[in-house]
């Protein structure tokens, strides 16, 4: 039964880059949210997909944007990146976006 | 608005013992769900234990269980016969609707 799986693990870009992180969700999931991890703190919710359309946003600036594709799994893209992006991105899928969502390990993203 | 407050920033428990991390929580929704999370080094949040609001029993797993009182938005998480694999950042979270609202998070040390 495959994992949630995200890619890179690792990223470094410099501010005013573009920065596209990928994410696989859980097999038989067809939801996937996306989270901002600053160090030492709680995920925040970025946004959900389902069936390729953002449901649900968080409060974050249209710098973020995602997609979902037929195939369930999904992008997350942030532009412009400034220095305060910099977080740990983690993805979480679930079935029809039900409450219980699984995480991926992560993508450490740093922005100098 | 949704609000989880973890108010033990660290926690510290010997090998064999029990320990309990509390967490408090805010809304106006009826229904909604409650989680812990572990987050090892590893950065992998791993899902630990689940209560939905409208179940009066409290859940339980394994060495985990929850002690939820509803009318006091209480929602502590007791480790039993602690192991030092239970050594991580320990989350609470509230879900209702599409995205899950984390708090800040407890640093468990188990020490031999």
């Known amino acids: 039964d495959a994992g949630v799986t995200q890619s890179p693990t690792h990223l470094i870009k410099t501010r005013g880059q573009q920065v596209t992180l990928r994410c696989s969700p859980k097999s038989g999931h067809d939801t996937v949210s996306w989270y901002q991890q600053a160090l030492g703190q709680g995920p925040q919710f970025i946004f959900q997909y389902y069936e390729e359309e953002e449901r649900q946003r968080g409060n974050f600036p249209d710098r973020f944007s995602g997609h979902q594709f037929p195939n369930y799994s999904s992008e997350l893209n942030v532009n412009a990146l400034l220095l305060g992006d910099s977080a740990l991105y983690l993805c979480?899928?679930?079935?029809?976006?039900?409450?219980?969502?699984?995480f991926g390990p992560g993508t450490r993203l740093l922005v100098l | 608005a949704q609000t989880v407050t973890q108010s033990q920033p660290e926690m510290s428990v010997q090998e064999a013992e029990t320990v309990t991390l509390s967490c408090t929580y805010d809304?106006?929704?009826?229904?909604?769900?409650l989680f812990w999370y572990k987050q090892p080094p590893s950065r992998q949040m791993i899902l630990v234990i689940r209560q939905e609001a409208y179940k009066q029993q409290n859940a339980t797993e394994n060495r985990f269980s929850v002690n939820f009182q509803k009318a006091a938005k209480s929602f502590s998480l007791k480790i039993s016969d602690s192991q030092l694999g239970d050594a991580a950042m320990y989350f609470c979270?509230?879900?209702?609707?599409?995205?899950?609202?984390f708090g800040k998070g407890t640093s468990l040390l188990v020490t031999p």
């Open positions: 979480a899928s679930s079935w029809r976006g039900e409450e219980t969502q699984y």
């Open positions: 979270a509230l879900g209702s609707g599409y995205a899950l609202n």
């Open positions: 809304t106006s929704e009826s229904d909604y769900y």
